[in-house]
Structures are given as C-alpha cells and as structure tokens.
C-alpha cells in the first residue's frame, strides 16, 4: 500500500451507509478514503464529528450525496477544500435541525455539483435556485446529467469522481 496517499472524506445520505464500492472505486484511483456510517436521526454531533474526523486525517477533497452533500458543501466552506456533490440537498438549510452548527459564510467555490435531472427527491431546481440564491451559480460547475435520478449508478460516480479528482487533487509522481 502506497504511504501518504491523499486523503478523501466520503459523506454518505440520509438513510443510507458508506457503499464499499464507491468507497472502493475512490481507493482504486489512489486515496485513502474516510467514510463513516452516520446516524443523521440520532447524533446531535454530526458536523463536529466529521470536522473532527478532516482535520486529523488532513481530507483534501470531499465527496457527498443528498444530505451528505448539504453537509460536504458546508464543511467545505470552513475547510476550503474542493468537493464533488451528488444531488445535494443545498436549500436543507432553511430546516437544518442543528447538523451545521454555525453561521457559515460561502466562500469555498471550488465546488463541483452533479444534478441527476430525473431527481424527484432532491430536485434538481431546487438545488440550483439556491445557488443563485446565494449568488453562487456562475462560480461552481455543474454537471446535469439528464439520464440519472438521485441514485447514482457505480460507473457514473467513478467517471466523475477520476475526472475530478485528477483534476482538483493532483498527486505527486
């Protein structure tokens, strides 16, 4: 096993689990993954724990779904670090029960957002609304892949996930 590989933090949605293939398909293209099982019902520490969890491990990229996006995108603002987001629940905000603990400004843009068009959990208009609510819309890439829903299949979360992570995380040689 490669020493100091770079390392990713996967947050995984609500009623859902760290899948091994996706955790897999991150560690196949060269990082070490962290990725919790998270209790969002009931854990009250949610967010200080995977802060916790990126500041010891030194996360240099974050990846979330749904819920674990909301939460991917807000960890990525007090870290600054890039982020790929599947169908996250960005306008959660507005009823967070406490999972972001502060008042967080928006200033992390190096944000990259698949919408999965046929998403009738999260919606995907939803999702960019908000966006342009916060005047963020024009500084992230979205990627709207009109064929997906909320779930994401294995080979469309590994072509994003080796695109962007080349792209964003480069290693060493």
């Given at each position: 096993?490669?020493?100091?590989?770079?390392?990713?933090?996967?947050?995984?949605?609500?009623?859902?689990?760290?899948?091994?293939?996706?955790?897999?398909?991150?560690?196949?293209?060269?990082?070490?993954?962290?990725?919790?099982?998270?209790?969002?019902?009931?854990?009250?520490?949610?967010?200080?724990?995977?802060?916790?969890?990126?500041?010891?491990?030194?996360?240099?990229?974050?990846?979330?779904?749904?819920?674990?996006?909301?939460?991917?995108?807000?960890?990525?603002?007090?870290?600054?670090?890039?982020?790929?987001?599947?169908?996250?629940?960005?306008?959660?905000?507005?009823?967070?029960?406490?999972?972001?603990?502060?008042?967080?400004?928006?200033?992390?843009?190096?944000?990259?957002?698949?919408?999965?068009?046929?998403?009738?959990?999260?919606?995907?208009?939803?999702?960019?609304?908000?966006?342009?609510?916060?005047?963020i819309f024009e500084k992230v890439e979205i990627i709207e892949d009109p064929n997906n829903g909320h779930q994401i299949s294995l080979s469309v979360f590994k072509q994003q996930m080796k695109m962007l992570l080349e792209e964003l995380v480069p290693q060493e040689a």
């Open positions: 096993m490669q020493q100091n590989r770079p390392s990713v933090l996967y947050i995984h949605g609500f009623d859902s689990s760290p899948m091994a293939e996706k955790t897999s398909i991150i560690a196949d293209l060269g990082y070490t993954v962290i990725a919790p099982k998270i209790h969002y019902k009931e854990s009250k520490n949610t967010y200080q724990r995977l802060l916790h969890l990126a500041q010891e491990f030194n996360i240099e990229f974050i990846v979330g779904s749904s819920l674990g996006g909301y939460t991917a995108f807000w960890l990525s603002q007090e870290l600054n670090v890039p982020t790929l987001l599947f169908n996250p629940s960005l306008a959660f905000q507005k009823i967070d029960p406490g999972l972001v603990h502060q008042n967080l400004s928006i200033i992390n843009t190096r944000q990259s957002i698949f919408l999965g068009m046929k998403d009738e959990t999260v919606h995907p208009t939803t999702t960019i609304d908000w966006l342009k609510m916060n005047q």
